[in-house]
């Protein structure tokens, strides 16, 4: 084919389109008419306007925000080296579907934060709204897991040392870092041996448990 010559395909639903420009140009579209259009420019040889096919001159048209989709998902994408095709196309989707979800975000919303910070956000709410066990691997657990909120939790005697003996006390957990309440270095008998954590039998207990901000 010479320049500027297309070749129109279409099975009632899909176009196909082979346009030659300094190389060859293929599109599949099922939006657009099997038409050519101006491009608004002029053509330095003949001095007559250029046209291209109407799916050419949409593609270029957004294209921009494709190139700035991918910027910002490289920046924080969710990939992971496989070698399998499939878990690499999922990864692309997930990322390109938070994008998404970002961008719809703050066109509805007048809160406005970076894309790191939604993504971390999005992430820490999905935990929070299904949550997993997790079998135990030894060692101290976090307390500020979102599966505090969840699953049963049940006071108990904080463990008696040598030196303090069955008066063993530790500092409440909700009373030293409470933004409901003026703080506290407060000392209790008690705490939740699931989340190994001390915490006052009334009302500490209970907001830890069940409060998101206590």
Not at 114 to 139: A, C, M, W
């Amino acid at each position: 084919m010479k320049r500027g010559e297309v070749t129109f395909r279409e099975n009632g639903t899909q176009l196909a389109v082979k346009w030659q420009d300094k190389r060859d140009v293929n599109f599949l579209t099922t939006v657009h008419p099997s038409s050519m259009a101006q491009s608004g420019r002029l053509d330095h040889f003949t001095g007559e306007p250029k046209v291209k096919p109407a799916c050419v001159l949409d593609y270029n048209k957004k294209m921009g925000a494709v190139d700035r989709a991918d910027m910002i998902t490289s920046f924080v994408d969710c990939a992971r080296k496989s070698t399998k095709w499939y878990k690499k196309l999922f990864f692309h989707l997930l990322d390109t579907a938070v994008l998404n979800a970002y961008t719809v975000h703050r066109k509805l919303s007048e809160e406005r934060m970076p894309y790191k910070d939604f993504r971390l956000k999005l992430v820490k709410e999905l935990i929070q709204e299904h949550p997993l066990p997790r079998r135990s691997t030894g060692g101290r657990p976090c307390v500020n897991t979102p599966l505090r909120l969840t699953g049963r939790h049940f006071p108990s005697f904080v463990p008696p040392t040598e030196a303090q003996g069955q008066s063993t006390r530790r500092h409440c957990r909700v009373c030293l870092y409470t933004t409901r309440r003026k703080r506290e270095r407060k000392l209790t008998r008690y705490m939740c041996s699931s989340c190994d954590t001390a915490l006052c039998p009334a009302p500490c207990f209970e907001e830890f448990h069940t409060l998101k901000n206590y």
